[in-house]
């Protein structure tokens, strides 16, 4: 949580309310109560204190809060007893003291810990767990890959079975020869997804050995060493797992996938039995925080197997107002179907308390496309051992298993994409197109050995041929609806292979993806869609990138001269490209479908681990981010401080909007009496012990930086140091650090802490105006217009990440202030490209010198800018500082065009990469570095500014590039400037004097050379 707005007619805003109740000492916080809009269940009320701790709820839900039974701030009737404000009586401490202290009293530990579960009490936050699989080539089990699994099916075929735990009259339950007829059992049954329930350490290990498991499954992490048994679940396909305490002995499993586009969750719950007291409202509140998760998260379908613990009656009310629908009943709605029987199974018998048989195992759907169409029990016959004399027949448990199978159609309402039945022409293709700058080395071997140079851009098909151009728009109805909810991935492409002819060879690079098998699936996707195109190629998809084609025999000795002059190839895959070619031109993209960030919200399915605490709407672009961030939050957890170091998520995975190859951007928080740069070197030696990451130390415009590369990503990690302060908030509750409160901080922490509040300031900015979900899209869509269009870096004069994030802000405002419309002046959603048209619109006309606010304005304008973009929690500053004369009419030509692009009916054409070879002349930039190639960029970075206004003190008016591409003629990155204007003498001296002057700073084998083109 973090700051709100101030409250109207001079309420005291809520957070204030609660920061006073927590930290005044006449006040007990454990007597108040928080009553709050839960966007799914209406009106919910929480102990405050659990509401202060979960941190994911916005500000402006909050309704009142009560002391007791007294009503001590509301914001429907202006009441504020606290303070005084609004409209109400005024303020009556005394009174909020007794309420309170009276509500606080009776809740002593002991009770509290047999009291029976109150609606809306709040549950431990839920635990990410690893899911395995097994490793034949080094027999082992090994994690699975991160990220979620992208599931093309028709039916699933799912299992649920309580086991029956060893562990209660094991001198009675043949515990040895149950586990081997249970592994027998549940191998013969040829499931996608089995739920086991009292799974003991024992079983799990004979099936982690079981070689139908180790074929073909992905198993859940080991259950809690200190409780004997819990939740197992094993799918063919690896889960994002998270695990829910309901009590020490109760918990719930929840996988998920994407299954055929949509976000898919399976899970895994054993309810409270009816030997605990009070085990009717246990199950009540079980359910409903089933419920609650399960319409959360972007959760579109959900299949829950479970061993609910009470037969067929009133309760089956709660799994209705869960949203859940028996499977049994369903198909059997006749059939008593019972599960634990103690008239039949003697295990039954000998764990009943009532002796009556009920159907306690469940498997519940919860969806509008899922249909349950076969469902029986299992293990409900007797094993065919002979029993000890005076004992009855033997059973694999205790429970009968319950098996079912589910078809999973189009949902309701929603016919899914209708075929494209065209016929497939050799002009056209569907493929994935690596960006321009990504391409360098490819390029430069295709010139001299692929005979396509000329008619080919680098690409990777999907389908060629594909259909006819003329049946483009239709087509790309297809592949859009086709692909609606999968996310951008990465590719890199370093190794090389080759496709054999009579005439010769064809070499090609790998694409090796992040998720792995990404291309695969995509095109799977597609396939069902576009049956000639598929029918047409006949032979099994390889994904490749074509860079040469050798006649005669092709030796290991020419290609590996081939891979050594293309390098390395990667790029993100945010769009698939309808490419033809018409006559003797070249191929060219005529329609782009994009991929949108994530799952079917629009949102990447990577939540950030429960060990740093983030709110609701951030999420990280990929399993590689989540990874690098679970480590520095144990590397900063455990570095010995008073009170303990807490990791925070900043930027655009804060905002929830970073792309996949995005920087992770990290404050870590903690106590003022330590230095910044003796905590970092303390976090850097524990990632240096366990993760093997080497670390540096740089100064950055924020302060001190620790900087690392973790599997791939790159991570910025910044101290806040926190005085120890009763108005301020601990280090794991930075998000409520309070503007004024801010002002107690040391510069280099409250820039630091900024990364945090102001992300969260700016969602604030726009929570009471759209829903978060659309400022997200607007904000994805602009930022990937920027990088596109080579915009999106302050330090060479343009526009960093979080200035975009404000104009977004902004743009989506004014939006729902103003009616929006289309091009032809019609009435237009404030959604997609009406949207995206306003925010163009906006700023391509926006006054020259008027600047631009979504929070309190500056007391003074900022004179040193062109124009001022200012930041949202007080006190502001211009994050638009670096632009000058000639970068500012950069950007509006460029909104202009954006404008144009959209207007004209061009969506396709805004993110087209510029050219820079259209200015008078060019500036290049090579830079050479003999240690980390990051280390010199960034310092070239830091100069940049200098150099643009130098050019522009020389005549010119200046185009930078930020991003760089590789230099032909050996290792290095190339930077490009484009210059219109002035005297080619003049600017080739202010580059020369660039290039020549020694720096001290420069890192060590650091060359940078500046050459002038016309």
């Given at each position: 949580?973090?700051?709100?707005?101030?409250?109207s007619?001079?309420?005291?805003?809520?957070?204030?309310?609660?920061?006073?109740i927590?930290?005044?000492?006449?006040?007990?916080?454990?007597?108040?109560?928080?009553?709050?809009?839960?966007?799914?269940?209406?009106?919910?009320?929480?102990a405050?204190?659990?509401?202060?701790?979960?941190?994911?709820?916005?500000?402006?839900?909050?309704?009142?809060?009560?002391?007791?039974?007294?009503?001590v701030?509301?914001?429907?009737?202006?009441?504020?007893?606290?303070?005084?404000?609004?409209n109400?009586?005024?303020?009556?401490?005394?009174?909020?003291?007794?309420?309170?202290?009276?509500?606080a009293?009776?809740?002593?530990?002991?009770?509290?810990?047999?009291?029976?579960?109150?609606?809306?009490?709040?549950?431990p936050?839920?635990?990410?767990?690893?899911?395995?699989?097994?490793?034949?080539?080094?027999?082992?089990?090994?994690?699975?890959?991160?990220?979620?699994?992208?599931?093309?099916?028709?039916?699933?075929?799912?299992?649920?079975?309580?086991?029956?735990?060893?562990?209660?009259?094991?001198?009675?339950?043949?515990?040895?020869?149950?586990?081997?007829?249970?592994?027998?059992?549940?191998?013969?049954l040829?499931?996608?997804?089995?739920?086991?329930?009292?799974?003991?350490?024992?079983?799990?290990?004979?099936?982690?050995?079981?070689?139908?498991?180790?074929?073909?499954?992905?198993?859940?992490?080991?259950?809690d060493?200190?409780?004997?048994?819990?939740?197992?679940?094993?799918?063919?396909?690896p889960?994002?797992?998270?695990?829910?305490?309901?009590?020490?002995h109760?918990?719930?499993?929840?996988?998920?996938?994407?299954?055929?586009?949509?976000?898919a969750?399976?899970?895994?719950?054993?309810?409270?039995?009816?030997?605990?007291?009070?085990?009717?409202?246990?199950?009540?509140?079980?359910?409903?925080?089933?419920?609650?998760?399960?319409?959360?998260?972007?959760?579109?379908?959900?299949?829950?197997?479970?061993?609910?613990?009470?037969?067929?009656?009133?309760?089956?009310?709660?799994?209705?107002?869960?949203?859940?629908?028996?499977?049994?009943?369903?198909?059997?709605?006749h059939?008593?179907g019972?599960?634990?029987?103690?008239?039949?199974?003697?295990?039954?018998?000998?764990m009943s308390?009532?002796?009556?048989?009920?159907?306690?195992?469940?498997?519940?759907?919860?969806?509008?496309?899922?249909?349950?169409?076969?469902?029986?029990?299992?293990?409900?016959?007797?094993?065919?051992d002979?029993?000890?004399?005076?004992e009855?027949?033997r059973?694999?448990?205790?429970h009968f298993?319950?098996?079912?199978?589910?078809?999973?159609?189009a949902?309701?309402?929603?016919?899914?994409?209708?075929?494209c039945?065209?016929?497939?022409?050799?002009?056209?293709?569907?493929?994935?197109?690596?960006?321009?700058?990504?391409?360098?080395?490819?390029?430069?071997?295709?010139?001299?050995?692929?005979?396509?140079?000329?008619?080919?851009?680098?690409?990777?098909?999907?389908?060629?041929?594909?259909?006819?151009?003329?049946?483009?728009?239709?087509?790309?109805?297809?592949?859009?609806?086709?692909?609606?909810?999968?996310?951008?991935?990465?590719?890199?492409?370093?190794?090389l292979?080759?496709f054999?002819?009579?005439?010769?060879?064809?070499?090609?690079?790998?694409?090796?993806?992040?998720?792995?098998?990404a291309?695969?699936?995509?095109?799977?996707?597609?396939?069902?869609?576009?049956?000639?195109?598929?029918?047409?190629?006949?032979?099994?998809?390889?994904?490749?990138?074509?860079v040469a084609?050798?006649?005669?025999?092709?030796?290991?000795?020419?290609?590996?001269?081939?891979?050594a002059?293309?390098?390395?190839?990667?790029?993100?895959?945010?769009?698939?490209?309808?490419?033809?070619?018409?006559?003797?031109?070249?191929?060219?993209?005529?329609?782009?479908?994009?991929?949108?960030?994530?799952?079917?919200?629009g949102?990447?399915?990577?939540?950030?681990?429960?060990?740093?605490?983030?709110?609701?709407?951030?999420?990280?672009?990929?399993?590689?981010?989540?990874?690098?961030?679970?480590?520095?939050?144990?590397?900063?957890?455990?570095?010995?401080?008073?009170?303990?170091?807490?990791?925070?998520?900043?930027?655009?995975?804060?905002?929830?909007?970073a792309?996949?190859?995005a920087?992770?951007?990290?404050?870590c928080?903690?106590?003022?009496?330590?230095?910044?740069?003796?905590?970092?070197?303390?976090?850097?030696?524990?990632?240096?012990?366990?993760?093997?990451?080497r670390?540096?130390?740089?100064?950055?415009?924020?302060?001190?930086?620790?900087r690392?590369?973790?599997?791939?990503?790159?991570?910025?990690?910044?101290?806040?140091?926190?005085?120890?302060?009763?108005?301020?908030?601990?280090?794991?509750?930075?998000?409520?650090?309070?503007?004024h409160a801010?002002?107690?901080?040391?510069?280099?922490?409250?820039?630091?802490?900024?990364?945090?509040?102001?992300?969260?300031?700016?969602?604030?900015?726009?929570?009471?105006?759209?829903?978060?979900?659309?400022?997200?899209?607007?904000?994805?869509?602009?930022?990937?217009?920027?990088?596109?269009?080579?915009?999106?870096?302050?330090?060479w004069?343009?526009?960093?990440?979080?200035?975009?994030?404000?104009?977004?802000?902004?743009?989506?405002?004014?939006a729902?202030?103003?009616?929006?419309?289309?091009?032809?002046?019609?009435?237009?959603?404030?959604?997609?490209?009406?949207?995206?048209?306003h925010?163009?619109?906006?700023?391509?006309?926006?006054?020259?010198?008027?600047?631009?606010?979504?929070?309190?304005?500056?007391?003074?304008?900022?004179?040193?800018?062109?124009?001022?973009?200012?930041?949202?929690?007080?006190?502001?500053?211009?994050?638009?500082?670096?632009?000058?004369?000639?970068?500012?009419?950069?950007?509006?030509?460029?909104?202009?065009?954006?404008?144009?692009?959209?207007?004209?009916?061009?969506?396709?054409?805004?993110?087209?990469?510029?050219?820079?070879?259209?200015?008078?002349?060019?500036?290049l930039?090579?830079?050479?570095?003999?240690?980390?190639?990051?280390?010199?960029?960034?310092?070239?970075?830091?100069?940049?500014?200098?150099?643009?206004?130098?050019?522009?003190?020389?005549?010119?008016?200046?185009?930078?590039?930020p991003?760089?591409?590789?230099?032909?003629?050996?290792?290095?990155?190339?930077?490009?400037?484009?210059?219109?204007?002035?005297?080619?003498?003049a600017l080739a001296?202010?580059?020369?004097?660039?290039?020549?002057?020694?720096?001290?700073?420069?890192?060590?084998?650091?060359?940078?050379?500046?050459?002038?083109?016309?």
């Amino acid at each position: 949580m973090g700051r709100g707005r101030t409250e109207s007619h001079g309420l005291r805003p809520v957070q204030d309310v609660i920061a006073r109740i927590r930290f005044d000492g006449l006040l007990d916080a454990a007597g108040f109560s928080v009553g709050y809009e839960d966007r799914f269940n209406g009106e919910r009320e929480s102990a405050l204190t659990a509401f202060a701790a979960s941190g994911d709820l916005p500000w402006h839900r909050v309704a009142y809060i009560k002391a007791g039974d007294l009503v001590v701030w509301d914001r429907r009737t202006q009441t504020d007893l606290i303070f005084g404000t609004g409209n109400g009586p005024g303020a009556d401490l005394d009174a909020v003291v007794r309420a309170c202290a009276a509500a606080a009293r009776p809740a002593e530990a002991p009770l509290r810990a047999k009291a029976s579960p109150r609606a809306g009490a709040s549950h431990p936050a839920p635990v990410s767990l690893p899911c395995s699989r097994f490793d034949a080539a080094t027999g082992r089990w090994t994690p699975a890959p991160g990220g979620i699994a992208d599931v093309i099916a028709d039916a699933l075929h799912v299992v649920t079975y309580n086991v029956l735990a060893d562990v209660y009259e094991t001198h009675r339950t043949y515990g040895e020869r149950r586990i081997a007829a249970c592994v027998d059992l549940l191998g013969g049954l040829g499931a996608d997804v089995v739920a086991l329930h009292e799974a003991t350490p024992r079983l799990r290990e004979a099936l982690l050995a079981a070689p139908w498991v180790r074929a073909g499954f992905h198993v859940s992490a080991a259950p809690d060493p200190a409780v004997p048994y819990g939740e197992m679940l094993l799918s063919r396909w690896p889960l994002l797992i998270e695990r829910h305490d309901f009590s020490r002995h109760k918990h719930m499993l929840l996988g998920r996938v994407v299954l055929n586009g949509r976000v898919a969750a399976f899970a895994s719950a054993h309810l409270t039995s009816d030997r605990t007291r009070d085990a009717g409202a246990r199950r009540a509140e079980q359910l409903r925080v089933l419920g609650e998760r399960l319409a959360g998260g972007g959760i579109s379908d959900a299949v829950v197997l479970a061993d609910v613990n009470f037969g067929d009656g009133a309760e089956d009310a709660l799994l209705r107002e869960a949203g859940l629908t028996d499977a049994w009943r369903e198909v059997h709605p006749h059939d008593p179907g019972f599960t634990f029987d103690p008239g039949v199974n003697p295990l039954a018998a000998l764990m009943s308390a009532t002796g009556r048989p009920r159907r306690l195992d469940r498997i519940l759907v919860r969806s509008d496309r899922m249909t349950p169409v076969e469902v029986s029990r299992f293990g409900d016959r007797a094993l065919e051992d002979v029993p000890p004399p005076g004992e009855g027949p033997r059973y694999a448990s205790d429970h009968f298993g319950v098996s079912g199978l589910v078809e999973v159609g189009a949902p309701a309402g929603r016919a899914g994409p209708v075929p494209c039945p065209e016929p497939a022409v050799n002009t056209s293709a569907l493929a994935v197109l690596p960006p321009e700058g990504a391409c360098g080395g490819v390029q430069a071997v295709r010139a001299a050995h692929d005979p396509a140079y000329s008619r080919w851009m680098p690409h990777l098909n999907l389908f060629f041929g594909f259909v006819g151009e003329e049946h483009f728009g239709a087509a790309a109805d297809v592949v859009a609806e086709a692909v609606a909810g999968l996310g951008a991935f990465r590719v890199r492409a370093a190794e090389l292979r080759r496709f054999d002819h009579r005439s010769g060879t064809t070499v090609w690079a790998e694409p090796v993806c992040d998720p792995p098998g990404a291309l695969e699936d995509l095109r799977a996707r597609l396939a069902p869609y576009f049956p000639g195109c598929a029918a047409k190629e006949g032979r099994a998809f390889t994904p490749h990138l074509t860079v040469a084609r050798l006649e005669g025999r092709a030796t290991a000795a020419r290609i590996a001269e081939l891979r050594a002059l293309m390098g390395p190839v990667e790029f993100t895959v945010d769009a698939v490209h309808l490419i033809s070619r018409r006559g003797d031109e070249p191929f060219a993209s005529r329609r782009t479908v994009p991929l949108a960030a994530g799952g079917p919200s629009g949102t990447p399915p990577w939540p950030p681990p429960p060990s740093a605490r983030t709110p609701s709407w951030s999420r990280l672009p990929s399993a590689r981010h989540a990874a690098a961030l679970a480590a520095f939050a144990e590397a900063c957890a455990g570095v010995p401080a008073r009170p303990r170091l807490h990791v925070h998520l900043a930027g655009s995975s804060r905002l929830g909007v970073a792309a996949p190859d995005a920087d992770l951007d990290l404050v870590c928080a903690g106590p003022d009496r330590r230095e910044p740069a003796e905590v970092l070197a303390a976090v850097g030696e524990r990632l240096a012990a366990s993760a093997r990451v080497r670390t540096r130390q740089v100064e950055g415009p924020g302060g001190r930086v620790l900087r690392c590369r973790f599997d791939g990503v790159d991570v910025d990690l910044q101290y806040a140091g926190i005085p120890a302060r009763p108005d301020l908030p601990l280090p794991q509750d930075l998000p409520e650090l309070t503007a004024h409160a801010s002002a107690a901080l040391d510069e280099d922490s409250r820039r630091a802490a900024l990364g945090v509040t102001d992300s969260d300031a700016l969602v604030r900015s726009v929570a009471g105006h759209a829903d978060i979900g659309t400022y997200q899209e607007l904000l994805r869509r602009v930022r990937r217009w920027a990088r596109a269009r080579r915009l999106d870096k302050g330090s060479w004069g343009l526009l960093g990440g979080h200035t975009w994030a404000i104009l977004a802000a902004y743009a989506l405002r004014d939006a729902v202030e103003h009616r929006v419309e289309d091009a032809a002046g019609r009435s237009a959603p404030r959604t997609g490209d009406a949207l995206l048209h306003h925010f163009f619109d906006v700023f391509g006309r926006w006054p020259a010198g008027r600047p631009v606010t979504v929070g309190p304005p500056p007391t003074r304008e900022d004179p040193r800018t062109v124009w001022a973009i200012y930041s949202p929690t007080p006190p502001p500053f211009n994050t638009a500082r670096g632009l000058t004369r000639s970068t500012l009419q950069v950007l509006r030509d460029e909104l202009r065009r954006g404008a144009r692009e959209l207007s004209g009916g061009r969506p396709d054409a805004l993110c087209e990469p510029p050219d820079p070879g259209v200015h008078q002349r060019r500036l290049l930039l090579d830079l050479r570095c003999a240690g980390e190639p990051g280390e010199g960029e960034g310092w070239l970075d830091g100069r940049m500014l200098n150099l643009v206004r130098a050019l522009e003190g020389e005549g010119a008016a200046v185009r930078p590039y930020p991003d760089p591409g590789p230099i032909a003629e050996g290792d290095g990155r190339r930077f490009v400037i484009g210059l219109d204007g002035g005297t080619a003498g003049a600017l080739a001296a202010v580059a020369r004097s660039f290039a020549d002057r020694p720096e001290q700073d420069a890192p060590s084998g650091t060359a940078l050379t500046a050459r002038l083109t016309d």
